[in-house]
């Protein structure tokens, strides 16, 4: 069975997604949609700042996991999206901030372009 995760302290979704989704079945597995450093009552980037722009971003994962009872030890892979590969170790700061041992698989590249001209997308999947 799958369903739709929708948190009011996160981004509202800005296309056709879920902010995640819930798949029942054994363990329960959370898919979170890339969020974006977007305040849940703003429309527009935090800042500039990478840092505050990965914190943000992260903020936001955490809050659609919390709608579903879980928390950042929950995720078990992460993919980041750079709009600039030079942002690594800032984002890779902030991230080591947030996620503990033993550290959810990841995978971060640089993208062309994101969404509102955000530097960073953190997409999530927690396992309950």
Do not use: H, W
Not at 24 to 48: F, M, N
Not at 68 to 74: F, K
Not at 83 to 112: G, I, L
């Amino acid at each position: 069975m799958i369903n739709e995760i929708v948190a009011s302290n996160a981004p509202c979704a800005v296309g056709p997604y879920s902010q995640g989704i819930q798949v029942s079945g054994g363990e329960k597995t959370i898919y979170v949609s890339g969020q974006l450093p977007i305040l849940p009552d703003a429309a527009d980037l935090v800042s500039q700042d990478i840092k505050e722009q990965t914190k943000v971003s992260i903020l936001n994962v955490l809050n659609v996991l919390k709608a579903e009872g879980l928390d950042l030890s929950n995720v078990v892979k992460t993919t980041v999206y750079l709009s600039d590969m030079n942002d690594f170790a800032a984002m890779n700061s902030v991230y080591a901030e947030y996620f503990k041992k033993p550290y959810p698989a990841r995978m971060a590249f640089q993208a062309a372009a994101l969404a509102k001209g955000a530097k960073i997308e953190i997409e999530a999947i927690a396992v309950k």
